[in-house]
């Protein structure tokens, strides 16, 4: 069955405590797999693609990486600012997206 | 300014009568799509679009209806609104499918009693 799994489903940080969120993936004929941020009653906001193992993309705090089967997103020295659910999303097959779950974040200063 | 806009925002309604939400963009995508977002069940694909006239189911497509006549506009139709239907709402664009990132509308909160 495709699907995407995201854990941990919640996540509490000290602000300064690095961490990493994971994505794991079964679907077939993948085309890209994103990240997105969710702050509370607004849509998704992109953040990163990535489309083969081993690439990496960089943007402040955040940096996700990408295998053959899951992607983490790590957080390193994390902001109250960083607090809201994380998004991962596989395109794949003809058009298809399916989202993981998310992991709410939670940054306490 | 970019974006995706939805109409209404809130609405609540009675089980049975037609409702149409309204999605627009401005950036000339190709590519639109319908989710539907539940306590515990994530982003859901309704019904996406890769082009003019051009509509396909998503994961769960039951009791909802898609029209793309235009390039900008994908509007979402309940003919029959049920109850297991209240959930939040979002449209989605992106220049094409697969390989591009999505910009998601502010989103409807629908409420069917």
């Known amino acids: 069955e495709d699907q995407v799994t995201q854990s941990p489903e919640a996540l509490r940080l000290q602000e300064g405590e690095s961490s990493s969120l994971n994505c794991s993936y079964t679907?077939?004929?993948?085309?890209?797999l994103f990240w997105y941020r969710q702050d509370p009653g607004k849509g998704p906001e992109f953040l990163f693609t990535?489309?083969?193992a081993g690439e990496e993309k960089e943007k402040e705090r955040l940096k996700a990486t990408l295998t053959k089967k899951e992607s983490f997103l790590h957080i390193t020295a994390p902001k109250p600012e960083d607090s809201a659910t994380y998004l991962c999303a596989v395109h794949w097959g003809y058009q298809k997206v399916t989202f993981g779950i998310g992991t709410k974040l939670q940054v306490i200063p | 300014e970019a974006q995706v806009t939805q109409n209404p925002r809130y609405l609540i309604t009675v089980t049975g009568k037609k409702l149409t939400v309204t999605c627009s963009q401005n950036m000339n995508h190709e590519y639109m799509s319908w989710y539907r977002q539940d306590p515990g069940l994530g982003l859901r694909q309704i019904y996406y679009?890769?082009?003019?006239?051009?509509?396909d189911k998503g994961d769960v497509p039951e009791g909802y209806k898609v029209s793309r006549k235009e390039k900008r506009n994908f509007p979402l139709i309940l003919e029959s609104p049920s109850p297991n239907q209240t959930s939040l709402y979002f449209c989605a664009s992106s220049l094409s499918g697969g390989y591009y990132e999505q910009y998601f509308g502010p989103g409807t909160r629908l409420t069917v009693t």
């Open positions: 679907v077939s004929g993948l085309r890209g």
């Open positions: 679009s890769m082009n003019v006239e051009v509509t």
């Open positions: 990535l489309y083969s």
